[in-house]
């Protein structure tokens, strides 16, 4: 994983997501998961393709089940995008690149 993408928690997200100045693309995932680490390489890359206009989160739904529970994700990976601390967009499962990217772009 690269620098670009933050790990947030529980006890985190406040700050880390509904706070944010940016928006904020948060994926829901664990290390157990294979569409998880499909998905991994291609928010990699939009992290730092999106770098300043948009931070992409992820946090693991094994260690940090609170979240997950309260926003309801019954399956993973589970992509909430952020924006001004409210959800506006929200996708499942292994998403492409040009998923992913319309996801955003749709919702800036």
Known sequence: ????????????FEQDVIQS????LVDFWAEWC???KMLSPVLDELATAYEGRVQIAKINVDKNQGMA???GVRGIPALFLFKDG??????????????VTALIDGNL
Not at 21 to 24: G, K, L, R, W
């Open 34 to 36: 294979g569409p998880c």
């Open 86 to 99: 409210k959800i506006v967009a929200q996708k499942s499962g292994a998403l492409t690149k040009s998923q």
């Open 69 to 71: 529970m309260k926003l």
């Open 21 to 24: 100045q940016n928006p904020v």
């Open 1 to 12: 994983m690269i620098e670009q993408i933050k790990q947030v928690t529980d006890s985190s």
